[in-house]
């Protein structure tokens, strides 16, 4: 539409004529490009048509006149995207690998790229990482490996080529990275998917909200579910759990790589991002023969971090000080903001600094104290006491997440609703190690087929196949 067929609007009425055309619009997001040029013109009719002196029109105006532009590039951006998710698919790949971060470096991409390097140096592979924190990059480029620019706009055609030609993609978490390209620009990419645990909470495709709820981030969230080329899991049991929740071709249980670790010494690799203050504090503790007691809970949707002081943490922290245990309380990224009102209130308890890998760590505590975390199934590995404290449980599952708690059937360890009684199952040293081991064995044996710090090695197996799959199918589509 040019500027001059532009329709004549009167000003009070057509403002909110034109604010409800934009929020419909918006709706549609990046399908509605010409709309939103037409309503671009619109606008600038309207320009023409508001008195200056009208302040309250006029702010009015603007306002809708930058919800415009911010449209409009939203749909450039989408249409941009869509483009080149159709060039990643027919562009030619090569016999290289992506791997992309997570919010923290020290998942399941973590181990399973430091136990491809070695193995990818050999073969001739290429392997890149996608960062998502600085941190990240420095990791990577100080261990000499390929890494791509943290932002899209430092992006040069070799990072671009780089990622159109990649033949598989390794996540363990949605495809949701900051930069807004680099989905797309992965999607003709075979997609190998690691998740980041064993869940007793409906995710992925169980974990819906009333359409009225629905934005487009939930949306894109859903659609970050699948489809994948191959799940990776730790037991032939779950693939049927796994299937409720993500869209994939095979599955393939080897083990999570991340938990090679608790099985082994850690290297100078593993420590990554470790928090070595408080893992030196650990090893020190067990050394000298106190106990080390590691309270790792997950996040919760409302009360975010406060309902740890409401459920009388102090009084847990005090308490354990005074029998000589050291309190290592690890915050889930969503609520470490709440760190320094926490210190303040547990100054005994050791904080593990926030976004950092746990798992060495997890190997250095006598009792692990959790609710719904996934940390409970990979600390089975140790066959050491758990201890399970749910101080808000109505509260979680109305307000925060459905429980797919099927499978704690046996619980790994006995169960508290309050301070006090989680003291009191903390009063023995071994706090009820020999009395719930047999449910433990059970667990283990339920939920993992391998128990051997063998996951790393079977997971670049994996990876050369799917490298020879991909490799294979694009030359079969060849003339």
Avoid at 281 to 303: D, S
Avoid at 380 to 399: A, E, G, M
């Amino acid at each position: 539409m040019n500027l001059q067929d532009a329709p004549v609007l009167d000003t009070a009425t057509d403002l909110t004529l034109l604010s409800e055309r934009l929020d419909a619009v918006e709706a549609f997001g990046g399908q509605m490009s010409q709309a939103i040029e037409s309503l671009v013109d619109a606008v600038v009719g309207l320009q023409t048509q508001v008195n200056p002196e009208e302040e309250t029109d006029a702010a009015g105006l603007a306002a809708l006149t930058a919800r415009v532009a911010a449209l409009e590039q939203q749909s450039r951006l989408a249409a941009a995207c869509t483009d080149l998710a159709t060039t990643s698919r027919f562009h030619q790949k090569t016999r290289s690998v992506v791997f992309v971060g997570t919010s923290y470096f020290g998942c399941n991409v973590k181990y399973a790229w430091l136990a491809f390097r070695a193995k990818a140096r050999a073969a001739g592979i290429q392997t890149w990482f996608l960062p998502q924190t600085n941190q990240q990059v420095e990791a990577v480029n100080g261990l000499g490996e390929a890494c791509f620019p943290l932002k899209a706009s430092d992006w040069g055609p070799e990072h671009i080529t780089a990622a159109l030609s990649a033949a598989v993609v390794v996540t363990c978490d949605h495809l949701l990275n900051p930069n807004p390209y680099a989905a797309s620009l992965l999607a003709g990419a075979r997609h190998v998917q690691l998740w980041h645990g064993i869940s007793i909470k409906e995710i992925g495709l169980r974990n819906l909200a009333p359409l009225k709820n629905m934005t487009p981030q939930f949306a894109r969230v859903l659609a970050t579910c699948g489809p994948f080329t191959r799940m990776v899991g730790t037991s032939g049991s779950q693939e049927g759990e796994f299937r409720r929740w993500f869209g994939f071709e095979r599955y393939a249980p080897i083990g999570y790589p991340r938990n090679d670790v608790l099985l082994r010494e850690p290297d100078a690799a593993d420590l990554l991002n470790v928090d070595m203050v408080v893992l030196e504090e650990a090893r020190a503790a067990r050394a000298a023969g106190r106990r080390v007691v590691l309270y790792a809970p997950t996040f919760r949707n409302a009360k975010r971090g406060s309902w740890i002081i409401e459920a009388g943490l102090e009084t847990l922290a005090a308490q354990l000080a005074r029998r000589g245990d050291v309190l290592i309380i690890n915050m889930h990224p969503v609520e470490s903001p709440m760190i320094p009102q926490l210190v303040q209130a547990l100054p005994t308890a050791r904080f593990v600094t926030p976004r950092t890998d746990i798992y060495p760590l997890l190997r250095e505590a006598s009792v692990l104290i959790t609710d719904y975390s996934s940390v409970m199934f990979d600390y089975l590995l140790l066959d050491r006491p758990v201890l399970l404290f749910r101080p808000d449980h109505q509260d979680y599952i109305t307000k925060s997440r459905q429980l797919f708690d099927d499978k704690l059937e046996a619980k790994p360890g006995p169960m508290a609703s309050d301070v006090a009684g989680l003291l009191n199952l903390l009063k023995p040293y071994d706090a009820h190690g020999p009395e719930f081991a047999p449910n433990r064995a059970a667990l283990r044996g339920r939920l993992f087929d391998h128990v051997d710090g063998g996951a790393g090695e079977r997971f670049a197996g994996l990876l050369l196949e799917e490298l020879d799959l991909a490799l294979d199918s694009a030359q079969g589509e060849c003339p």
